[in-house]
């Protein structure tokens, strides 16, 4: 199915997208919650390749790298607050 | 039945679009939580929904469709706990509200 | 912080145990009727090391609340009825904020008295307001017996708290209330 291939496309403009807010974000907080929103795109973008190819290995990846991304974002909030 | 699929994955795009221009226009950090919480949760659903479709009617895959569902329960679960965590951690650590903002009862109470 | 008793070990190893079938991708194996022995027993074993460790974080009320069937119901009823479509009415209204040319927002943080009781609940109520996109639940507080959150809007209605609170969580905290009374 290619159109699964277009979508996936997509996903990965809008993520290369964020990265403008990436670089310019005025403080940390905005870095943290666009890393964050790219690792969501980014694995929507696996999934949709997974779908394409029929093969299920993309999604363990995809998971490893939801469990990873909200761990980041949990210590990033811990250090904003001070408290390590 | 494939269109039902491309409509989840179409009304994904539209919502991952309209978080990814939220999260660049907003005027300052917390509205751009609120933006962000958009691809989060429907951005999300439509991707998965359609892909348990698509994985259990076509590709004839239970262990795809089974690890799909996982994943997604795993983003409803986890995403508020990382929102409220950078919400108040950057609030914690100063970050400025934009001039739009009406009240702020918090920072009122927090000086008390 | 309490020990954790045997029933809240069992109940958080039951999750655990859960958690690692679907992961493993053995609950479509078990569907064709050939689970294999070694995955499951290694299963039981690392669950029940990780609930030892983790139940007394978790579990600090009934392990077994929802055990009872017409508690699950009303669990699947709010978590596949109800709360979808808030899910749905609040993107839609924050997509259209964010489309717009004018951008209207003006945000601010309420302070909105809550009346769910107990832990669970509470963290129930909070999770959901913060999932639904345009609120975000900043902190919890508890001033003589009663509690509040401090809820950041996008778009600020009303700054007198039981309005605000009517307007952001009207029927989430009906339903909370009565899954967990």
């Known amino acids: 199915m290619n159109v699964f291939l277009y979508c996936a496309i997509c996903f990965v403009v809008l993520a290369l997208c964020l990265l403008i807010r990436l670089i310019k974000g005025p403080s940390v907080a905005d870095r943290a919650v666009a890393a964050d929103s790219i690792d969501i795109l980014s694995d929507m973008a696996l999934i949709l390749y997974a779908l394409y190819s029929g093969r299920g290995i993309y999604l363990d990846i995809a998971l490893i790298t939801a469990v990873l991304g909200f761990v980041g974002s949990t210590l990033v909030a811990k250090y904003l607050e001070g408290k390590l | 039945m494939i269109y039902v699929i491309y409509v989840f994955i179409g009304i994904s795009l539209f919502f991952a679009f309209a978080g990814v221009v939220g999260l660049l226009r907003m005027p300052d950090a917390f509205c751009r939580m609120q933006s962000s919480t958009n691809i989060s949760t429907l951005g999300v659903l439509g991707v998965i929904i359609g892909g348990i479709l698509y994985s259990a009617i076509f590709l004839h895959n239970a262990e795809m469709a089974i690890k799909l569902a996982v994943m997604g329960i795993f983003y409803i679960v986890t995403s508020p706990i990382s929102g409220h965590a950078i919400a108040k951690g950057a609030y914690r650590h100063g970050v400025k509200m934009s001039r739009k903002t009406v009240c702020d009862q918090y920072g009122e109470d927090m000086e008390k | ?150 809820i950041h809007w996008i778009d600020v209605a009303s700054q007198d708290g039981a309005e605000a609170g009517e307007a952001i969580k009207g029927t989430l905290e009906k339903w909370v209330r009565r899954i967990w009374e």
Not at chain 3, 11 to 18: E, G
Not at chain 3, 58 to 68: D, L, Q, T, V, W
Not at chain 3, 128 to 148: A, C
Request: glycine share 6%; aromatic share 10%; charged share 15%.
């Open chain 3, 1 to 150: 912080m309490k020990k954790a008793t045997v029933p809240a070990i069992v109940s958080t190893a039951l999750v655990c145990f859960i958690f690692w079938l679907l992961i493993t991708g053995q609950v479509a194996s078990l569907l064709r009727g050939e689970p294999s022995a070694q995955v499951l027993i290694a299963g039981v074993i690392v669950s029940l090391a990780a609930a030892l460790f983790s139940a007394r974080f978790f579990i600090h009320e009934k392990p077994f609340f929802f055990a009872n069937p017409a508690r699950l119901g009303k669990l699947i009823a709010y978590c596949f009825c109800i709360f979808p479509i808030e899910l749905i009415k609040a993107n839609v209204d924050v997509a259209r904020r964010a489309l717009s040319p004018s951008l209207p927002v003006n945000p601010g943080i309420v302070k909105v008295p809550v009346e769910v009781k107990g832990e669970y609940a509470q963290a129930m109520l909070a999770d959901s307001i913060t999932l639904t996109p345009g609120t975000i639940t900043m902190e919890t507080v508890e001033e003589d017996g009663q509690d509040y959150y401090y």
